[in-house]
């Protein structure tokens, strides 16, 4: 007689496999795999990782780094 743990059974009555899960996307910060529940930040039609690496990641690849200045007075 076999008997099989139901918690590691990927019948949907266990605990799947993260490994069998699909990929839905991938972050606009790290590159890594986004999957179907992950929190993320949608953000110009890209998903990133709510995670402050990958924030950080995306805006260095998006943004324009410059020198913070005082601003002119408008007259």
Known sequence: M???NPMVLANGNGI???QEDEVV???G???GEIFIGNE???VHGDLI???SDCAEKYVQEIGF???AKEE???T
């Open 2 to 4: 076999c008997i099989e």
């Open 40 to 42: 993320v930040w949608a």
């Open 16 to 18: 799947t496999d993260p």
């Open 65 to 67: 780094p410059q020198i």
């Open 49 to 51: 990782h709510r995670n």
């Open 29 to 31: 910060g790290c590159g």
């Open 25 to 27: 996307h991938y972050c």
């Open 72 to 74: 002119e007075e408008q």
